[in-house]
């Protein structure tokens, strides 16, 4: 009984259910490839690291009531700048130099996020507002880095971080898991979380506890600009060029779903980046499936959106007690005496 | 002169939210062509009524007549309908929209469905003429001061239905020309026999304007009163009520402590300390141990005043000592980090976070201090969090329980813990026994009494004035958004003194 009563229990179900169907529509669910993992689950592991990243991010914004439409473009200018610079290099292979390029590609993403975390908590912008300048604006910056073309790179140490393998395992996918390890140290081990979560529930209040809000509002946006960066470069590894108008095209409401269905409010306040991780992939199994299932493409969108709809019903309090509430004797409302 | 037949007439009114009787069968009246003043203190079941009035709540017993008929609000376009208009504290238009347009939002004159604008703009004129208002009808609200905006509102309010006008709180944002325009408008509404019923905090204002006036105290009736008839001391009697002494055993320990506070060090000094608008600039001492009581009406300054003391709001007058050293406080970390402490009076938008657990709730603004950099180890928040439910009794005693789900009373009291645990030099502390049981609100008063004897200064604001005089060393009086008197508490001073300064705002 209480476990399905976990708000990640439908989500989780969701997810075993897609992956099941995968497993007998898919010619090779997972096995061993040239000392590799491969099959249909690792691929939806590794399609899955961009969307992770940016999910993560988005958590932590929308813990503090906020919202990041940014982060697709900061994906394209962060994929923009690392190829500019890796395509000037003498040896595109030289590790080292790669390495620092990204760094320096990271560093921009960090900047973008502080610019967005200052309109928000120093100007006073509407986050919806403020990181919707960056969303549009953001994608134009990135063609002018490219010069408005596709600009194709040969590394393949960059390539490594989409498509290599470390220990057999998908590297891009193992990039995005110790993202959320870290993300997770960094709220749960610090006070960094409470504080967050503090600040979404109510920012007046928070106040009158002595809580900084305002650092720790940029501090989100600057963590969320930081991982759509690190998202760019997997996501322009992973085609060895840089695309500013598709890279991180409309991820922004793909994250925005992920941490929904991970059962984080939009309003704010509690926030489960377990749920984020269980969205993200759940919404990158779903692309899969709908290709493997052959769903024709006119439908797919479709398809997803009626999966979408029964997650969000499934989490509805409202919806479930319409629907189940009138067969059982309802538990006693823990009743609040007004004051 | 028998009495006009009463325009409403409101019978055995009772309604019951989860938990509490909001109004418990209460009998209301208004005449055609008068002025009626509805009072009683926060939480006395005022807005509750009128909002029973309006068709927001329906009713859980009672009848309501309205004209000779009986009728029965499902919903507030209803009892509009039915000639009944209110106008709020916060102007209910859209300051982008022309003042012809305000007047006439969703009733326009048409011609053909076609807007007569025309029409419209001259109709809106002579309106607004009636009520002796020449403004240009065609500039956008947003253009006119807030009274303007209000008697718009009126204007609108009367011209939709004129049998019966709601006025909840229209003076707390105007200045004293702007109240007395208002009041104009509203004689003059009066004479056209429009019922009016009125409500302020301010009572010179309910003296200066109305006619009768009608007294709630918690849910239950008081009386009705020809306002002539009452002297205003009677009038705040009746409204604040006499509540027998919870803590006899605290009667005399503010004398006994006084000799002890009189030489100790002053921890603060504000000195003609203000915020315009806010409240006056005003001269106040707490020394180390000392309990002094902030006393006055809702809406006297009260608040205002403790929140310029915690940095909440900042003071554009005078200036502020802590520990003999000049101060400008910018924000509540600047306070905090001087030892002063601030639990607001606003329990569920400024002082939990309903979401979060007791223990989160306790260590909050202990870890606010610290940075989130340094958190404060797991197994010492358990340690201090259980101390604290202990010792303040919280119920249910499980830390981890979402705040929410805790009454009133346990709610205030995590809030007291989240202050206590950051050991405050002085701890502010509004209205921390409102809307909570009896046993509660003692062991808070106890509370208090105690960290006094422990050395703490501690400013308490409240509005009852039984636990004031109980606990306070030294009162401060509030009125009309100044500090009228200081007083030290010693025998002579009693409730009915203090109502007295309540009342008259004399400085003696």
Known sequence: MTIIKHRLFWPSVILVALLVVNMFTANQFITVRDGHLFGVLPDILRGSAPL???????????????????????????????????????????VGSVLLIMAVAIGASLLLGLWNGTLVAVVGIQPIIATLILMVAGRGVAQLVTDGQIINVQSSPYAAIATGHFLSVPIAFLIAIAAVVLTVLLTRRTALGLLLESVGGSPTASRLAGIRARRITIMVYVVSGGLAGLAGLIYSANIKSADSISAGNLIELDAILAVVIGGTALIGGRFSIAGTVIGAILIQALQVTVVAVGVPSKATLLFKAVIVVALCLSQSTTFRQKVFGRFKSRPAVTAEVPA | MGEPSPVLEMTGIRKVFPGVVALDGVDFRLLPGEIHALMGENGAGKSTLIKVLTGVYDIDGGQITLGGEQ???????????????????????????????????GREPRKFGRIQWGLMRKRAAELLARLDLNIDVSATLDTYSLAIQQMVAIARAVDVSARVLILDEPTSSLDASEVAQLFTIMRRLKDDGVAILFVSHFLDQVYEISDRLTVLRNGQLIGEYKT?????????????????????????KSQRIRAKTADAAPILAATGLGRTGAISPFDLTIHQGEVVGLAGLLGSGRTELARLLFGAD????GSLQIDGKDVTLRSPQAAMKRGIAFSSENRRTEGILGELSVRENIILALQASRGWTRPIPRRKQDEIVDKYIKALQIRPADPEREVRNLSGGNQQKVLLARWLITEPRLLIIDEPTRGIDVGAKAEIQKLVAELSDGGMAVLFVSAELEEVLRLSHKIEVLRDRRLVEELENTEGVDADRIMQTIASGATQ
């Open chain 1, 52 to 94: 992770l990243l940016v999910a993560l991010g988005m958590t932590l914004v929308i813990a503090t009531g906020g919202i990041d439409l940014s982060v697709g473009a900061v994906m394209a200018i962060s994929g923009a700048v690392a190829c500019l610079l890796i395509k000037d290099l003498g040896n595109q292979n030289a």
């Open chain 2, 71 to 105: 009728v029965d609000f499902t919903g507030p376009l209803q009892s509009q309908k039915a000639g009944v208009s209110t106008v709020y504290q916060e102007v209910n238009l859209c300051t982008n929209l022309t003042v012809a347009e305000n007047i006439f939002i």
């Open chain 2, 228 to 252: 002539a008839d009452l002297p205003q001391v009677q009038l705040v009697e009746k409204m604040i009520g006499k509540e027998l002494a919870v803590l006899e055993d605290l009667e005399d």
């Open chain 2, 314 to 317: 900042r003071a554009d007058s």
